[in-house]
């Protein structure tokens, strides 16, 4: 046992005051740093720390109590007054714990040399830390030359006398590290050179990057690593939670967590709260683990158990598969509602309207399911394939559907199914509403008549009875002369009416209509006889019996088309109202009177020296008041087109177009704006825009017209591509054309005669539009090539009119021609890409619109007439308009196409040869259903061969034209088996 020098014993009792006090905050600093990990603490060691020291004089343990009675184990050496000192201090072995860098801190108290009287110059004021890295934790004697120095330490501050107070004892604490451990552990050793010092506590600590959870992510105590490299770390996710992107941090070297990246989110049913996962509860649900919180349960939904993914639909509601868990449960809608059956012949056109419940979803078709009935409607049959529907019988979205093909004076029970994307999953019957029809067939010709001074005899051929089917006509007639004030109407169940009791040499006017169990027929054609001035018999006179045959003929066309479809509702089957001639119209009965066609010129109102007045005298003012905006439908070159409702005193509310004049226009614009509303007002034409008045009192100024539900022609084609059968596209154009004719009677020339200029209703009745441009062209030189639309007419408007300006009636049957183009070819753009000038050219040497796929040849050649290069030879709009009469009585002159032999790559043609169902479809145009053939499994052109149109429409092919096109094709295949490859 060394003995104590006399000036450093009295310390030891301050040291102990010192370490308690200087440890304190130490202490709780260490209770802190919560990522230090300590592998030797000097001052908690509860005996012997068991160092080695040497020499035996060196080095010495000596045991201190602090202030609460606590031994502290401390190690002192001051041998100062001798020289060549070199003792060491040996810790035991410390085991590294995995750490690769350590830090030691150690505390103690250096006495000044200078303090000490008559100490000799080797006194020193520093001591040297050094380590040895060994795996063997009972290491013997370790030379001096095997360890490394860490550093020497000096004091920050030395104590220079020895007093009780606590002030001058200074209490050095110094930290190094050692890094890039390896061994098991390490001894540390203390080496005193002949200094006078107290090692008061050494701890031995490693740092670690502690255990934390960050973005639902667990990262481990982490110890740091050597240097100052970064440790990276996976994150393990918590409970309920799952990997959204792989969690990691880095461990930095001073024991902190670095850059986070990744994350882990909850998993459906669990939402996040304070860094855990927690059940959603019940009532709500956590669809999808990227969603962040439970929600609660949609409409007719509930959930009875916490940690709900997906609410369940209640009793009735369902959830169709595309439907997102957070969209409310729906269920099947209720029935259509009021249907409105319009029979045309064989034809029955259903209107419906909306259910009242859509079940809340948006996604209702309708199926139509068709059953022919006996007399007494007790049994009934499904229609089978001979029946057609347009545009189809199955996933209809319009609430509108036309029947073709029915069997003349049959009963039908036609059912209308709603249904949506939920009712596949309902088990409850569909909601439907069953329509019940009775078919018909009506006048064909007129055969003779005979006069008499007294009385005129008349016959004509009706419907067929063999079915058993009762048929009544109407005769009607007047005294020319007497006009509509008196007339009679006789009816008859014979095809012969002789009326009596006639004036001799007096003119009549006979109209017959046919009335059968499907409703009546309009009045046909008139027919003017004269009674004979004295008695004579005239039966089957030839010129009388071709006058009245062609008279009544032009009736037939009504009575074909026209009979019944408007006794049911009011409402038209179709095209059918397109093809009325409007002379015939005005020949109608109407509340006892006759109207009578009246034989108008047209006035251009730039003649009127104040426009304003054209405007009054031809437009209705309109008060704005009456006048309810509802939506923006196009552009107009002046302003905005709306749709709204007018609502004029007296009448019922009618749905209109509303044109507005924009803001900040000119005293020009104004003219030009009203200008449209002054000519069209002098029209009266069920195929021209009617306009019903002007809005010219207050701002806007506003052109109110007829609303045409299906918008411009063009647009309205292109949309419908390949839907209509030709008989309905002929009855399009004859509407145009017998429009334009009245136009032309009237001695007014349009100018721009185009599908784009032509609007349909919901009838699809066509109607001439856009009375704007004749002046802008007339006046306006450079304004000559363009419209409104910015386009250039070239297009559309004959050699002598782009040539010379001379637009007349002619010019107009040109246009007409180009116009008869775009519909057979569904809107598409004449000439193509060609450019203008091109396209002037190529008329100039002759070039003719070929015609459009599918088109008859009477309609080609048609529209070759109207492009006659000399306008005397282009026919007159009434010519066509008989022209397009006759076709629709004779469709089977419809039946030959014009590009049946250009088509060579048709698949009916005997020339084509195709090997795939690729090839195929391609050659008949149709390739873009390739991929719904495929996915189908029809692979192979065989499998093809046997394809029915349920099986189209299954595999959403489902425009009419569309699968008429591909069942023709494939009967084409199978007619010439030999050709095809399979
Ligand atoms: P416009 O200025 O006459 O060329 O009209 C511009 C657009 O508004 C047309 O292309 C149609 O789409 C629409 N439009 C014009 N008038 C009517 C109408 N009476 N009914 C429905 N849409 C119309």
């Known amino acids: 046992m060394a003995l104590l020098v006399p000036w450093i014993y009295p310390s030891l009792f301050l040291f102990s005051h010192l370490l308690f006090r200087a440890f304190q905050p130490c202490e709780s600093l ?28 060196g080095w010495e343990e000596i045991s201190v109590m602090d ?128 200094a006078c010092i107290a090692l008061v506590s050494v701890r031995v600590f490693y740092k670690k990057c502690p255990l934390t959870v960050l973005n639902l992510a667990q990262f481990p105590d982490t110890v740091t690593g050597g240097d100052s490299a970064l440790v990276e770390v996976r994150g393990v996710c918590v409970n309920a939670s799952e990997e959204f992107e792989a969690p990691r941090m880095y461990c930095s070297a001073d024991g902190g967590w670095l850059v986070p990246i990744g994350r882990c989110v909850c998993q459906p049913g669990y939402e996040e709260q304070m860094d855990m996962c927690q059940p959603c509860k019940p009532g709500s649900y956590k669809a999808s683990a990227t969603d962040t919180y439970c929600t609660k349960c949609p409409p007719h939904s509930s959930s009875h ?49 909306s259910p009242r419940d859509s079940g809340g979803r948006g996604d209702i078709t309708y199926n139509i399911h068709c059953r022919k009935c006996s007399g007494d409607n007790k049994k009934c049959m499904p229609c089978g394939s001979g029946v057609h529907f347009v545009p189809r019988q199955f996933g209809l979205s319009a609430t509108m559907v036309m029947i073709t093909d029915l069997q003349p004076h049959s009963n039908y029970s036609l059912t209308i199914e709603s249904l949506n994307g939920v009712s596949d999953l309902s088990p409850s019957p569909r909601a439907a509403v069953v329509v019940n029809v009775t078919t018909s067939q009506t006048v064909s010709v007129v055969l003779k008549e005979r006069r008499s001074k007294d009385s005129i005899t008349l016959a004509w051929q009706g419907p067929d009875r063999s079915n058993g089917v009762t048929v009544e006509y109407e005769v009607t007639y007047y005294e020319k002369n007497q006009r509509e004030q008196n007339y009679t109407v006789l009816k008859t169940r014979s095809n012969v ?70 006794v049911v509702s009011g409402r038209h089957c179709g095209y059918i109202k397109a093809k009325q001639d409007p002379d015939e119209e005005k020949m109608q009965f109407q509340h006892g009177r006759v109207k009578l066609p009246g034989s108008k010129t047209y006035i ?109 022609l063009d647009t309205f084609l292109k949309k419908h591509d390949g839907q209509f059968t030709v008989i309905q596209l002929v009855g399009m154009l004859r509407g145009i054309a017998s429009g334009m004719k009245y136009l032309s009677d009237m001695g007014y020339v349009h100018r721009d005669l185009a599908a784009r200029n032509i609007l349909v209703n919901s009838n699809l009745v066509c109607k001439v539009s856009d009375f704007g441009l004749s002046r802008v062209l007339e006046d306006d030189p450079e304004a000559a090539y363009t419209t409104r639309g910015g386009k250039i007419p070239i297009r559309w408007t004959s050699p002598e009119a782009i040539a010379y300006r001379k637009f007349t009636s002619a010019s107009d049957v040109w246009s007409y021609g180009i116009v008869m183009w775009e519909v057979v070819s569904y809107g598409e753009r004449p000439y193509w890409e060609m450019s203008n000038q091109d396209v002037i050219k190529a008329i100039d040497e002759g070039y003719r619109l070929p015609a459009p796929m599918d088109c008859p040849v009477v309609l080609h050649q048609l529209m070759l007439d109207c492009w006659e290069n000399g306008r005397g030879e282009r026919p007159k709009f009434d010519q066509i308009v008989t022209t397009l009469d006759e076709l629709i009585r004779n469709p089977a002159k419809l039946q030959e196409l014009a590009n049946s032999s250009i088509c060579r790559e048709d698949p009916t043609t005997p020339e084509f040869t195709v090997s795939t169902v690729e090839e195929w479809l391609e050659a008949i145009k149709m390739g873009q259903y390739q991929e719904n053939f495929s996915s189908a499994g029809y692979v192979t052109l065989d499998s093809v061969l046997y394809i029915s149109i349920s099986e189209l429409v299954r595999m ?11 069942l023709s094709s494939v009967q084409g295949l199978l007619s010439q088996g030999a050709h095809v490859q399979v």
């Open 30 to 57: 260490r209770n802190y740093l919560e990522n230090e990990v300590t592998l030797l603490d000097s001052m908690s060691a509860l005996g012997d720390l068991g160092w080695e020291a040497y020499p035996a004089e």
């Open 956 to 966: 959403n092919v489902t425009l009419a034209g569309h699968q008429k096109k591909i």
């Open 305 to 353: 158990l916490e940690r709900a993914s997906e609410c369940l639909c209640e009793k009735g509601f369902h959830r169709a598969e595309s439907d997102q868990r957070s969209t409310p449960c729906t269920r099947p809608p209720s029935a259509p509602e009021s249907p409105i059956s319009t029979v045309n012949e064989t034809c029955v056109t259903l209107e419906w309207s």
């Open 67 to 194: 202030e609460r009675n606590i031994p502290m184990r401390t190690y002192q050496v001051c041998n100062v007054m001798e020289a060549n000192q070199n003792n060491w201090l040996r810790t035991r072995h410390i085991a590294r714990e995995g750490a690769q860098r350590v830090y030691i801190e150690i505390k103690f108290t250096l006495r000044d040399c200078n303090s000490l009287p008559g100490v000799p110059g080797t006194c020193k004021e520093t001591f040297n830390m050094f380590y040895y890295e060994s795996n063997n934790a009972n290491q013997w004697h370790i030379k001096e030359s095997n360890y490394v120095k860490i550093d020497t330490i000096a004091a920050d501050e030395s104590f220079t006398q020895v007093d009780v107070g606590d002030r001058v004892m200074k209490l050095n604490t110094e930290v190094r590290d050692i890094s890039n451990l390896s061994k098991k552990g390490f001894y540390l050793a203390f080496q005193d050179l002949g």
């Open 604 to 712: 251009d109102p730039h003649t009127y020296e104040d426009p304003n007045k054209a405007v009054r005298d031809f437009a209705k003012e309109i008060d704005a008041s009456t006048i309810r905006i509802e939506r923006v439908i196009g552009a107009g070159e002046f302003g905005e087109v709306c749709s709204g409702r007018l609502r004029l005193q007296g009448k019922r509310e009618i749905y209109v177009a509303i044109k507005s004049l924009k803001a900040g226009y000119s005293d020009k614009q104004r003219r030009d704006f009203l200008s449209e509303a002054s000519i069209m007002g002098q029209f009266d034409h069920p195929n021209i825009i009617r306009l019903e008045g002007v809005v010219t009192r207050c701002k806007p100024v506003m052109i109110i017209t007829e609303f045409m539900e299906n918008g411009s």
């Open 497 to 566: 009416m002789t009326v009596d009791g006639l004036k001799p040499g007096t003119t009549y006017v006979f109209h017959v209509r046919a009335r059968t169990p499907g409703g009546h027929g309009t009045y046909g054609g008139t027919i003017e006889l004269e009674t004979s001035h004295e008695d004579m018999l005239a039966i089957g006179d030839p010129n009388q019996s071709t006058i009245l045959a062609v008279s009544i003929a032009g009736g037939i066309l009504l009575l074909i088309f026209l009979v019944t479809c408007f």
